[in-house]
């Protein structure tokens, strides 16, 4: 059973080291954690692409026998996780196409809002896709341009497109990435060797023994060739809206987005959440292994002690889902464990970093329980999520979504437990240092770039909000 958001995907690109695809091999090993569906490879020696795409995970796929057909000193890579597209082989990235100047390949990480209609409309043109993705629009877009440069049909096509997106667009000789002006996902400018190297998180770049040298500017679009890079802006400038969940969930706790240290804002988190909500226990334990920073400051902010009271098997992947009840309990088991002495006969409290649907919590809890706990008391490190996100989360329908429809009350009977709270909008916003460039739709309903259409189909379901349901309020 996986915890209940999926988040797509992870970009890594570099240029200049001859040995680029096995950086690339190690990056993508770093940023595992952003997609566990597909992984792909494309170099290039500046004369012709060499690929390879599999389905599953980068321990399994890249092979020495497969990293030797990839040579060349330019290399972008990509884990696949789906929000848009299904899962299929067609849909794993980097995507590669012909257009009337030579080759270009894409790696994307994020959502484009507007992509139905622009596929549309761009079918009605006599555009033939190939794909279920978001991602090929771009391509397109980029391909049908009249500009007469490459940097400026880019520019061009990312005009047109709404949304989220940090992406690496690779010729046979120049890489190209580029951020949404928005800024919803991360994406990160390093050094390794004193060559250029462009990823979502800065982890990837420790372990190939780089360095990070910046972000990547919300609304930038930076081309890397043999002359060195250059800056375009795509549009112009907007009030950003960094996502932050990547910082309450999604990105690795050693790495640097946004500016912050994943590891930081988290132990503030639950220092925060400490205060705001302490609980009865003996003991705190962390729901392993995003939640364990959160956990940890809450843990010293509360001067209770901090223990290892659930384990997580780390052989068992984030896409360990069964379509059937037994087996998805069976999930929950396989992917976690108590450790019956610490529990046993101890008031506990897990510390979790978000619930959505709760049905992963409520298994906990029960396992918990069932390891002889006394009390349990469940505080999670985010706000209530009360709406579907649209720019690069998996959410669900509101319908879907437990704080939306249910009380405080009815929330700790649902999971089991003997109290329940969570970390407030006021709390998360201290707990960051430019609080105002954030987006918080997730918990407020106040979305940056309008939604897609297929909103109606979420604003107009029949579940709603009970009466009586702790929502954040909206503006």
């Known amino acids: 059973m996986t915890k209940e958001l999926k988040h797509s995907c992870a970009v890594f690109s570099t240029f200049g080291p001859r040995d680029s695809s096995r950086l690339a091999h190690l990056g993508?090993?770093?940023?595992?954690?952003?997609?566990?569906?597909s992984t792909g490879i494309v170099s290039s020696d500046g004369k012709q692409f060499f690929s390879h795409k599999a389905m599953g995970l980068v321990s399994d796929?890249?092979?020495?026998?497969?990293?030797?057909?990839?040579p060349g000193h330019l290399a972008t890579g990509h884990n696949r996780y789906s929000t848009t597209g299904s899962t299929r082989i067609e849909n794993a990235q980097p995507m590669i196409v012909d257009y009337r100047k030579g080759k270009l390949a894409i790696a994307h990480n994020g959502n484009i809002v507007n992509a139905a209609g622009l596929r549309n409309e761009l079918e009605r043109q006599g555009s033939v896709f190939q794909t279920t993705m978001d991602t090929e629009v771009i391509l397109h877009l980029?391909?049908?341009?009249?500009?007469?440069?490459?940097?400026?049909?880019?520019?061009?096509?990312?005009?047109?497109?709404?949304?989220?997106?940090?992406?690496?667009i690779m010729t046979e000789n120049q890489i190209f990435a580029g951020r949404d002006p928005f800024g919803f996902r991360p994406l990160t400018l390093g050094s390794v060797r004193s060559n250029p190297v462009v990823a979502s998180e800065s982890c990837a770049f420790d372990i190939i023994g780089g360095r990070l040298v910046r972000e990547i500017e919300p609304g930038e679009l930076l081309l890397i060739d043999k002359n060195g890079q250059k800056s375009f802006r795509i549009?112009?400038?907007?009030?950003?809206?960094?996502?932050?969940?990547?910082?309450?969930?999604?990105?690795?706790?050693?790495?640097?987005?946004?500016?912050?240290?994943?590891?930081?804002?988290?132990?503030?988190?639950?220092?925060?959440?400490?205060?705001?909500?302490?609980?009865?226990?003996?003991?705190?334990?962390?729901?392993?292994?995003?939640?364990?920073?959160?956990?940890?400051?809450?843990?010293?902010?509360?001067?209770?002690?901090?223990?290892l009271g659930l384990i997580?098997?780390?052989?068992?992947?984030?896409?360990?889902?069964?379509?059937?009840?037994?087996?998805?309990?069976?999930?929950?088991?396989?992917?976690?464990?108590?450790?019956?002495?610490?529990?046993?006969?101890?008031?506990?409290?897990?510390?979790?970093?978000?619930?959505?649907?709760?049905t992963t919590s409520k298994k906990l809890i029960r396992m918990v329980r069932m390891a002889g706990a006394r009390e349990v008391h469940f505080r999670v490190a985010s706000p209530q999520i009360i709406d579907p996100c649209f720019y690069g989360i998996d959410t669900p329908r509101r319908s879907e979504l437990i704080a939306r429809n249910l009380s405080m009350k009815e929330l700790a009977s649902f999971i089991g437990v003997d109290s329940m709270e969570y970390l407030s909008l006021e709390g998360l916003r201290n707990s960051v240092r430019e609080p105002d460039k954030y987006c918080y739709?997730?918990?407020?309903?106040?979305?940056?770039?309008?939604?897609?259409?297929?909103?109606?189909?979420?604003?107009?379901?029949?579940?709603?909000?009970?009466?009586?349901?702790?929502?954040?309020?909206?503006?």
């Open 312 to 358: 997580r098997n780390h052989y068992v992947g984030r896409t360990f889902i069964h379509p059937k009840q037994k087996l998805r309990d069976l999930g929950v088991r396989v992917k976690y464990n108590a450790v019956r002495d610490i529990l046993r006969g101890k008031r506990v409290a897990i510390v979790d970093d978000s619930v959505v649907r709760g």
């Open 61 to 70: 796929v890249y092979t020495p026998s497969v990293l030797n057909q990839l």
């Open 28 to 37: 993508l090993y770093s940023l595992q954690h952003r997609g566990q569906e």
């Open 441 to 475: 739709a997730c918990f407020t309903g106040d979305y940056p770039v309008t939604p897609p259409k297929e909103f109606d189909k979420f604003s107009l379901e029949t579940a709603g909000r009970r009466k009586g349901a702790s929502v954040p309020s909206r503006k």
């Open 142 to 168: 980029v391909a049908r341009s009249k500009e007469k440069t490459l940097p400026a049909m880019i520019l061009e096509a990312l005009s047109c497109v709404r949304g989220a997106y940090s992406l690496a």
């Open 235 to 307: 549009s112009r400038s907007v009030e950003q809206a960094r996502c932050i969940f990547e910082l309450i969930y999604f990105s690795r706790p050693d790495s640097i987005v946004f500016g912050e240290c994943v590891d930081t804002v988290r132990r503030n988190l639950g220092r925060t959440l400490a205060s705001e909500a302490p609980a009865p226990c003996d003991i705190v334990i962390a729901v392993p292994d995003s939640s364990n920073s959160a956990a940890l400051g809450f843990s010293e902010e509360a001067s209770i002690k901090f223990e």
